[in-house]
């Protein structure tokens, strides 16, 4: 624009001009713009000035717009709501970065995965307070039922219709044993084979648990000994010391069998758990809810395995 064009002025006047149309009235603009009415009657002198052109016709007659006002008019209005749309989005935005955010996962992945997810989450969203609560899948999707927790990331076999399902990773299950175990040296092993050993699974509630039964009815497999557990940890435990063998998210287990501890080995009848974060669908307008799935689904290639 041209230092001395007629629309080389404030923007404050047009939106001051924009007000004034707007009520039609200059002292119900300066309540509106919290300014005084001298004042609100100078921006729009200086703005006629500046157009070279009356704006607005004021008299007995009452008040009315002329030519040159209708034509600013239409346009202040457009930069109003462009304005607006501003303000809301970065609002918006100021919103996500603030709040509390109580997520429900489970112990395991509380222990493998959680910390670097959340670590990276807090170093984009410093304000946001993270609460983390412990359970199995099923209790999780309980907890966000009761709004005792905003989002769960959990292993998704069927959500109910009021959730909102984002998925994240797609976790390959893998039998595990003892380094000493017959199937230790293996390199691949079927649901079938391993019925002969004392099988310890998770107890109701988990996912994987839902996962392995389902297999084994699909095959029709019925393992002698069944030893039901709450813990992961306890699991892989048992398993090192030689007590039964187990199926675990293959990412579960890498840690102890860098230590030696136990072995993985690939199943023949390929298992895999979706990971996936769970939100109410009425939530899907929480601030800090959407700021979490969008900075989740940017990590995703981070954190795939298969």
Known sequence: MEKNSPLNTSLNSLLVFHEVAKFRSFSRAAEELFISQPAVSKHIRELEQKVGMGLIRRGRGGFDLTEAGGILFKHTHKISSHLLEIENALDNLKKEHHGVLKIGTTESYA???????????????????????????????????????????????????????????????????????????????SLKEIKGYPLIIRAKGSTTRRILFHAFEEFDIC??????????????????????????????????????????????????????????????????????IRYMENKKRDFSQV
């Open 111 to 189: 222990k493998c995965l959680m910390p670097k997810l959340l670590s990276g989450f807090q170093a984009s969203y410093p304000s946001i307070k993270i609460t983390l609560e412990m359970g199995s899948s099923e209790e999780i999707e309980k907890s966000l039922l009761e709004y005792k927790n905003d989002l769960g990331l959990i292993g998704a076999v069927k959500a109910s219709s009021k959730f909102e399902l984002v998925p994240f990773l797609r976790e390959e299950l893998v039998l595990i044993v003892s380094p000493e175990h017959p199937l230790g040296k293996r390199k691949v092993v």
């Open 223 to 292: 393992p002698s000994l069944l030893i039901e557990a709450g813990s992961s940890e306890f699991i892989k435990q048992w398993v090192s010391e030689g007590k039964g063998v187990s199926v675990i998210v293959r990412r579960l287990g890498e840690d102890e069998e860098k230590r030696g501890m136990i072995k993985m080995i690939p199943l023949l009848e390929k298992l895999y758990l979706e990971v996936a974060a769970l939100y109410l669908k009425e939530d899907r307008a929480n601030p800090v809810v959407k700021a979490f």
